[in-house]
């Protein structure tokens, strides 16, 4: 009779019964007249038993074991599969070279540029699974919160004519013999899509020429984006980032409790405000209680760090708003005010910028005006402006970055290994 395939993480269930794990090499070895492999699926690895004439294939080669599942506290998970008497061992498909990198032994410890090459091994490690397994519940509770709140997905073009942000980091491309560029993104076609359906809502990839190469940039990366309309100033966008990011963080405390206990991970204190404090409140802050001066336009980044050492320390916050930017340091559409300053505002979370946002502009006449105060062109925007010629309500909205909101929460500290196959200025492989 054949025995149907459990996974690793239902081993315990089976105990002095007979089962079939299905998986990987993970790792072999021999002691005595006893031999060892390792097997790992999608839910664990498990130990499993053979005699010593039993050949056991490369590490990673795919294999089938059938054997009794017996206790054993020094085993990885406590329990083994014992295929030593009349177990079975079958090659599903045998390896034909060693892995560049011992997944058991190193895949965590190895130089980070050894590690991103050899991405399509090293992914395979329990930790690599589960920082991406992480990153994949934040964006299914980011959907589910919004669904849940009459949000709409929507799905904008990636090829676009101009920039939403102007700039020169914009990737050009030839379409059809004409000058294009890849999405830095969908901000104008979400706020479009306020005036269809007044809340809306995209997951995808957006591109940025980063000539950066700090451990939080990435030339391509996964963007949360979010817009609402009939909103009455920037304090309506907090309020829905905050429970937003609240439900995200419970929804994965609840669902990756495996995950977060292999990288040994803090889950931020969710039972508290978020503090609110403008840009200039902040730099005066920082330098009163830290003996810190920051100038520009920006928080430089010591000085978020600061900011988020406050927010710790007096909020027991890890997240903290910053608002009121002045308007060299936001895009056009950022709603301005008569002091010469936004509605734009930044989340810094664990002293980190996480998320740029606030309320836009929604007249057609404010928004030429802002342009040509940048010396832009509303030309270049003109399929962009013609909504606003027809009735859009105060609207705004946020963006966050998936890449580095999961690197943050996990305290990974290049964000190029919260992404599957990250992209930056010398990387295009695998």
């Not at 007096?314 to 936004?342: C, I, K, M």
């Amino acid at each position: 009779m054949s025995v149907d395939r459990i996974l690793v993480s239902d081993v315990a269930n089976h105990v002095g019964k007979e089962v079939r794990v299905t998986g990987w090499v993970h790792n072999r070895r021999d002691l005595g007249g006893v031999r060892f492999l390792h097997l790992r699926d999608r839910s664990g690895v498990v130990q499993c038993v053979f005699s010593k004439k039993t050949d056991l294939p490369l590490h990673e080669s795919c294999v089938s074991v059938v054997g009794t599942v017996a206790e054993n506290p020094k085993a990885p998970s406590g329990f083994e599969v014992s295929a030593f008497d009349s177990g079975e061992l079958e090659i599903i498909t045998e390896a034909t070279h060693a892995p560049p990198i011992e997944i058991p032994k190193t895949a965590w410890n190895v130089n980070p540029d050894t590690n991103l090459t050899y991405r399509y091994v090293s992914l395979r490690e329990p930790k690599a699974q589960a920082i991406l397994k992480i990153q994949a519940e934040l964006v299914r509770a980011f959907r589910e919160y919004l669904d849940d709140n009459d949000f709409t997905e929507i799905y904008s073009p990636k090829i676009v004519s101009a920039g939403a942000e102007g700039g020169a980091n914009l990737f050009e491309i030839d379409y059809y013999g004409k000058r294009a560029y890849l999405a830095q993104s969908p901000q104008l076609y979400k706020q479009i899509m306020v005036g269809v359906y007044e809340r809306v809502y995209e997951t995808a990839p957006v591109f940025r020429a980063e000539l950066s190469h700090t451990s939080r940039h990435l030339s391509e990366y996964l963007s949360l984006d979010v817009e609402m309309g009939f909103i009455q100033d920037d304090s309506d966008v907090m309020d829905l980032e905050e429970a937003l990011l609240k439900s995200m963080m419970g929804k994965v405390a609840e669902r990756c409790g495996n995950q977060l206990e292999r990288l040994g991970a803090v889950m931020p204190n969710i039972d508290v405000d978020f503090p609110r404090i403008s840009l200039f409140d902040a730099r005066a802050l920082i330098k009163e209680k830290f003996d810190y001066e920051t100038g520009g336009k920006d928080l430089d980044p010591e000085a978020e760090r600061l900011l988020g050492r406050w927010a710790k320390e007096e909020h027991d916050s890890d997240f903290v708003f910053v608002t009121n930017y002045p308007q060299a340091a936001r895009p056009f559409y950022t709603y301005p005010t008569e002091d010469g300053l936004t509605r734009g505002l930044d989340l810094l979370f664990r002293g980190l910028e996480i998320t740029s946002g606030g309320q836009r502009v929604h007249e057609y006449d404010m928004l030429v005006k802002e342009l040509e105060a940048r010396k832009m062109d509303p030309e270049a925007f003109s399929g962009y402006l013609e909504v606003f010629k027809h009735g859009m309500p105060p609207h705004g909205g946020f963006a966050i970055g998936a890449e580095r909101l999961t690197a943050l929460l996990l305290g990974i500290e290049n964000v190029r290994f919260a992404r599957a196959f990250p992209r930056d200025e010398g990387r295009l492989q695998p």
